[in-house]
C-alpha cells in the first residue's frame, strides 16, 4: 500500500492547481487559474502589481481559502471549494519566504531556523544538525547566535530561506523575496538562489514582477493578468512567441506596431502593413488570414542597420533619429517610413551619427504576427 | 486532518447553521454572550428601569407598568434644564481652556526653540495622571473662598475673595487644567506628523508666517482640535469627581452628582435616575458619534513618510518668558496641589485664618499619617482596590487580547460587531454603567451584588475600549507574515500565539495592563452604585471622608494613591523603553 502510494505520487505532478478562484466581495482577484508543476521545476509566476499572483501563492499555502477550484499537492487535494475541502496550511509541508522576510525579531537566528524542527518536537542534538547544516548551505555558518534584529536585507533572506528548507518541505513558495533588496545584492542572489534550487532539486513557485528575473530563474514562466493566466512556457518562448500584446510588452522592451495583414506569404510567413503605412514580411503561427488586423512584435536587438543593400529583401531606407551610447550597446531611435523604431547594436563601437541615414534590416523570421486581443492560454 | 469550513459561495441557512455550531461559531457566540452580559444588558436594565414604576424585583418585571412618569417628573418644573445649563456650560469652559492651554503647550514643546522643549514635552501630559478626585480636593483645599490657602495669602495683601473655586468659573478652570493633556496628545501628534513642505510651499508663494499659520497650520490641524474638543467635552459632561466635591459647595448642581443624589439620599428615587441617566447617555452617545463623523470625514493626512521633522518657530527674545511660562504653568498645576495636600496631611490643626498661622510649624507632624495607615476602613478599602484592580487586570488582559486578535487578525463572521460593541463604553458614563449593574444584579439571582467581582465586571466593561485599543495597537504593528510564517512552518494557532504573537505583543499587553491597573485603582464613579460596607474601595473611602469633613484623613490617602499610581507609571515607562527596541 505505501509503495503504491508512493509510486502513484511520484507519477503525479507536485502541483496542480485547477480552476483557482478568489473574490473580494463581487471582484474577481484570481479567476480560473490553472496550472501544474513537475517535480524539481522552478516555476515563476509573472505580472504587474494586482494581477493576483501573490494571491494564487497564498491559495496554494493556505493562507487564504479560494471561493472555486482546486489545489492538489502531490496528487492529493488539500483545497476544494466544492467540497469545502480545506487543510490548514500549516498542515501543507510547504516552505515559504515571504517578501518581508518575516523573521521573528525575538528570536536569534538559530531559533529562526529551528522553529519548524521544534514545531516538529525534534531532539535538541537533531535539531542542532540540521540547523548549522542549513546555515552553512546558505552561506551564514557562524552567525547562529547573531540576533535578528541585526541582520542585514541579504542575511535575512538567507535565514528565511533556510527556515523554509529546513524541514524539507514538498515545496517551495517564494513571495517577490528580493524585491526589498538593492540591484547588486539583487542579481547576486538570484544566482545563489538558482544554484541552491539545482542542488537541493525542490519543486519552486516564485512569485515576481521583475521579468529580468524571472527570465533569468525560471524553467517555466505563468504570466499572469488581471487574475488570469495569459501564457505560460518557458523563458525563450515567451520571448520568442508572445501571445498576446501584453506579454511581448511585459516580458521585453519590443516594438509593438499595429497593422492589418496584406497577404500570407506561406504557412507561417505574411506581409503586413503597418498603421503608419510601413510594410514588411514577419513570422505568425498559422492562424492569421489576409485582412485580420494584428499587432507586429520587433525586438530592438533583432534589427540590422546598415550591414545589406537597400535592395535586399527585409531591408528598408532608414534614418537615424537619436544615439544613446551604453556601453555594451548602443540604442538608437530610426526613423521608417515616418515613424520611429527602436534599434539595439551589440559591441562597444558607436560608428552611426546622429541624422545619418542608413538601411535597416528587419529578418522576417524574426518580426512575430501575434493576432489582436488574443487572449489564449496556452496548454501547459 | 483537515478542518472543514462552510464557502462562503453557497451559504443557505443550513450552512449557517453548521457554521454556527462549528467550533469557531461556538467560540464567538460565548464571546459575544460574554460582552453582552457585561455591556449591553446593564443599559437595556438601566433603560427599562427608566420605564417601571417600581424599584427592580427579582427578575419579576411587571410589563403592564410601564410608564412615562419618571421622563415627566424628570423634565417637567425645569429642574432638568438647569441641570443641563450647568453641566454644558461648566464642560464648555472647561473644554475651551483644555483646548486653549492644550494646543499651546503642543505648539511650544513642538514647533519652537524654546529652551528645554523637549523635557517640556513629556511633562505636559502630566496632569492626566493626577485622580479628578484628588485634584478636586487639592483645588478646594487651595482656593475655596473662605478658607482657601490662596485667598488667605491674597488677602494679608488686602486683596479680598480673589477666586473662589466654587463657581462655574473656578470648576470650568479645574476641568481644563486636568484635561488639557488630552488635546495635547492630539495636537502634539499632529504637529509631529505636518510635513513642512506644505508650510514651506506657502511661505514660497509669498505667504507670511503669521498667514501661514492661520491659513496652512491651523486648518491642518483643525481635526486633531475638533476631535480632541469633542473627546474632552464627552468626558467632561460625564465626570463625577469634580463637580460632587466642588459644585455642592457653591450650590451648583450636575447631572451626574443629581443622579448619584436620587440613588444615594433618602428616599431613594433610583427610577427617576435612571430616567435622568437615558438622558444623559441620549448627549453622550450623540456627541461620541459626532466625533466618529468629524474623525472619519476630516482625517489630513500629511505625513510624508521621510520622517522629517518640522521646522522650529525661533522665538527671539520670547524664548525665555514662555519657557517660564510653560514650566511654571506645569509646575502650578501639579506640584502646587501636591504641595497643599502634603501641607494638609502635616499639619494638625485645620483651623488657619492668616499667613502667620499657615506658617506656623508647631502644628506639623505625622500623627495624621500614623492615624489613616491604623484606621482599618481605610486598610481595607486600600485591600479592596488592590484586589478588584488585579482582578480587572487578570480577566481583562485575556478577555481585551481575545476580542483584539479576533478582531485584527482572523476572519471570523462577527468580528465588526464584536468591535463596535467593545467600544460602546466610551459613550457611557461611568455612573452610569454602575447604574445599570445595579439594576441587572441585584434583579438577578446570582449572589454577585454585594461582592467585589461585581466591581470588577463594571469596571471589565468600562475600561473595554482602552484596553482593546492599547492590545489592537501593538498587534497591528506586528506584519501578519510573522505569524502566517510560523503557520507553514508547521505551527498551529495555539503555538504561534504562544510563541510568536504573545512575545512579539508583549510590550502592548503589559502596558495595556498597567493602564487598566491605574485606571481601576483610581475609579470612582464606576463603583458609586454598586459598593457595600465590606467592598469599599479607596476612592470611595476618599470620596466618603471628604463628605464627612475628615480632610486630614483624606490629604494623606489622596497621597498614597498617588504614590501608587506614580510608581506604576514609572514601571509602564521603564518596561516600554526595555522591550520595544524590535518593534518597528
Given at each position: 500500500m505505501a509503495v503504491a502510494c508512493q509510486a502513484f505520487e511520484s507519477q503525479a505532478p507536485k502541483c496542480q492547481v485547477e480552476a483557482l478562484t478568489k473574490r473580494y466581495g463581487t471582484r474577481a482577484v484570481v479567476e480560473n487559474v490553472s496550472f501544474e508543476i513537475a517535480e524539481g521545476e522552478f516555476v515563476v509566476v509573472l505580472g504587474?502589481?494586482?494581477?493576483?499572483k501573490s494571491t494564487t501563492l497564498r491559495l496554494v499555502a493556505g493562507l487564504a481559502a479560494a471561493d472555486g477550484g482546486r489545489v492538489l499537492l502531490g496528487g492529493k487535494a488539500v483545497s476544494d471549494a466544492a467540497s469545502g475541502l480545506f487543510v490548514r496550511p500549516e498542515r501543507r509541508d510547504i516552505g515559504m519566504v515571504f517578501q518581508s522576510y518575516a523573521i521573528w525579531p525575538h528570536m536569534d537566528v538559530f531559533e529562526n531556523v529551528a522553529y519548524p524542527l521544534r514545531v516538529r518536537k525534534r531532539g535538541n542534538a537533531e535539531i542542532k544538525q540540521r540547523v548549522e547544516n542549513m546555515l552553512a548551505l546558505v552561506g551564514l555558518?557562524?552567525?547562529?547566535?547573531?540576533?535578528?534584529?541585526?541582520?542585514s536585507g541579504g542575511q535575512m533572506q538567507r535565514v528565511a530561506l533556510a527556515r523554509a528548507l529546513v524541514f524539507d518541505p514538498t515545496l517551495l513558495l517564494f513571495d517577490e523575496p528580493l524585491s526589498n533588496l538593492d540591484l547588486k545584492l539583487r542579481e547576486r542572489l538570484r544566482l545563489e538562489l538558482k544554484e541552491l534550487q539545482r542542488r537541493t532539486g525542490l519543486t519552486s513557485i516564485y512569485v515576481t514582477h521583475d521579468q529580468a528575473e524571472a527570465v533569468e530563474l525560471a524553467d517555466r514562466i505563468i504570466v499572469m493578468e488581471s487574475g488570469r493566466v495569459v501564457q505560460v512556457g518557458a523563458p525563450h518562448e515567451l520571448y520568442r512567441r508572445p501571445l498576446s500584446r501584453f506579454v511581448a510588452q511585459f516580458i521585453s522592451s519590443a516594438n509593438i506596431f499595429p497593422g492589418r495583414v496584406l497577404a500570407r506569404i506561406s504557412d507561417d510567413c505574411a506581409s503586413v502593413r503597418t498603421e503608419t503605412g510601413r510594410e514588411l514580411a514577419a513570422t505568425h503561427d498559422g492562424s492569421v488570414a489576409t485582412g485580420d488586423l494584428v499587432d507586429v512584435v520587433i525586438h530592438p536587438e533583432d534589427c540590422l542597420l546598415g550591414e545589406r543593400a537597400p535592395e535586399a529583401p527585409d531591408s528598408h531606407h532608414a534614418r537615424i533619429v537619436s544615439r544613446r551610447y551604453q556601453g555594451t550597446s548602443t540604442r538608437y531611435t530610426v526613423d521608417w517610413a515616418g515613424a520611429p523604431l527602436e534599434v539595439a547594436a551589440l559591441g562597444s563601437e558607436a560608428p552611426l551619427a546622429q541624422d545619418s541615414p542608413v538601411v535597416l534590416t528587419v529578418p522576417r523570421e524574426r518580426a512575430r504576427i501575434i493576432g489582436r486581443s488574443a487572449i489564449a492560454a496556452s496548454a501547459p | 486532518m483537515t478542518a472543514l469550513v462552510a464557502s462562503p459561495g453557497a451559504r443557505s441557512r443550513g450552512a449557517w447553521l453548521v457554521a454556527a455550531l462549528s467550533p469557531r461559531g461556538l467560540f464567538m457566540a460565548v464571546l459575544f454572550a460574554g460582552l453582552f452580559f457585561l455591556i449591553v444588558l446593564p443599559v437595556l436594565a438601566l433603560v427599562l428601569g427608566s420605564f417601571l414604576p417600581v424599584p427592580p424585583r427579582a427578575l419579576a418585571i411587571d410589563w403592564s407598568g410601564l410608564t412615562l412618569a419618571n421622563y415627566r417628573e424628570t423634565l417637567s418644573g425645569g429642574g432638568f434644564l438647569a441641570l443641563l445649563r450647568v453641566t454644558l456650560a461648566a464642560a464648555m469652559i472647561g473644554t475651551a481652556g483644555a483646548l486653549a492651554i492644550g494646543a499651546s503647550l503642543a505648539w511650544l514643546a513642538i514647533r519652537t526653540n524654546v529652551p528645554g522643549r523637549h523635557l517640556l514635552e513629556s511633562i505636559a501630559i502630566l496632569p492626566m495622571f493626577v485622580p479628578p478626585l484628588v485634584g478636586a480636593f487639592a483645588w478646594d483645599i487651595l482656593a475655596s473662598p473662605r478658607s482657601g490657602i490662596i485667598n488667605i495669602a491674597l488677602r494679608s495683601i488686602g486683596i479680598e475673595k480673589a477666586v473662589n473655586i466654587y463657581s462655574l468659573g473656578g470648576i470650568g478652570f479645574v476641568f481644563a487644567i486636568y484635561y488639557a493633556p488630552y488635546v495635547h496628545l492630539f495636537v502634539a501628534a499632529a504637529l509631529r506628523n505636518f510635513d513642512p513642505t506644505h508650510e514651506e510651499a506657502a511661505r514660497m508663494c509669498g505667504a507670511s508666517s503669521w498667514r501661514c499659520f492661520w491659513q496652512i497650520t491651523l486648518p491642518l490641524i483643525s481635526p486633531a482640535l475638533l476631535s480632541s474638543g469633542l473627546l474632552v467635552f464627552v468626558l467632561l459632561i460625564e465626570l463625577f469627581a469634580i463637580p460632587a466635591i466642588l459644585g455642592e459647595p457653591g450650590n451648583l448642581h450636575f447631572i451626574s452628582v443629581r443622579i448619584w443624589e436620587m440613588v444615594?439620599?433618602?428616599?431613594?428615587?433610583v427610577n427617576q435616575a435612571s430616567a435622568l441617566g437615558v438622558l444623559m447617555l441620549v448627549i453622550t452617545v450623540t456627541l461620541v458619534l459626532l466625533q466618529y463623523r468629524v474623525l472619519g470625514k476630516r482625517s489630513f493626512v500629511t505625513v510624508s513618510g521621510k520622517g522629517l521633522r518640522p521646522d522650529v518657530v525661533a522665538l527671539g527674545g520670547a524664548r525665555w518668558p514662555l519657557a517660564f511660562v510653560g514650566f511654571g504653568y506645569i509646575l502650578f498645576v501639579v506640584l502646587l496641589p501636591y504641595a497643599a495636600l502634603l501641607f494638609i496631611a502635616l499639619r494638625k490643626n485645620l483651623f488657619y485664618a492668616t499667613l502667620g498661622a499657615l506658617a506656623d510649624t508647631r502644628q506639623l507632624s505625622l500623627d495624621q499619617f500614623a492615624l489613616a495607615f491604623s484606621d482599618p476602613v481605610v486598610r481595607a478599602s486600600f485591600l479592596n482596590s488592590l484586589a478588584v484592580s488585579l482582578g480587572t487586570v487578570a480577566i481583562g488582559s485575556v478577555l481585551y487580547f481575545t476580542i483584539a486578535y479576533v478582531v485584527q487578525r482572523t476572519s471570523l463572521a462577527g468580528r465588526r460587531a464584536l468591535d463596535v460593541i467593545t467600544i460602546l463604553p466610551v459613550a457611557i458614563p461611568g455612573l452610569i454603567i454602575g447604574l445599570g449593574y445595579l439594576w441587572t444584579w441585584i434583579s438577578l439571582p446570582f449572589g454577585i451584588y454585594g461582592t467585589l467581582w461585581i466591581i470588577i465586571l463594571a469596571y471589565l466593561s468600562q475600561f473595554s475600549p482602552q484596553g482593546v485599543r492599547a492590545i489592537s495597537g501593538s498587534l497591528v504593528q506586528i506584519d501578519p507574515e510573522l505569524e502566517e510564517s510560523s503557520r507553514l512552518c508547521g505551527a498551529g494557532l495555539a503555538y504561534t500565539l504562544r510563541r510568536i504573537v504573545v512575545p512579539l505583543a508583549w510590550p502592548g499587553i503589559l502596558s495595556a495592563m498597567i493602564l487598566l491597573l491605574i485606571l481601576s485603582f483610581r475609579e470612582l464613579a464606576t463603583a458609586l452604585f454598586l459598593y457595600t460596607s465590606t467592598t469599599q474601595v479607596f476612592s470611595l473611602t476618599m470620596f466618603d471622608f471628604w463628605l464627612r469633613g475628615s480632610t486630614n484623613l483624606v490629604a494623606v490617602m489622596a497621597l498614597v494613591q498617588t504614590l501608587v499610581l506614580a510608581i506604576l507609571v514609572l514601571l509602564a515607562r521603564r518596561i516600554r523603553r526595555e522591550r520595544t527596541p524590535f518593534i518597528t
Open positions: 504587474p502589481s494586482g494581477c493576483g555558518a557562524g552567525e547562529a547566535r547573531r540576533s535578528a534584529a541585526q541582520l | 444615594g439620599f433618602t428616599p431613594p428615587k
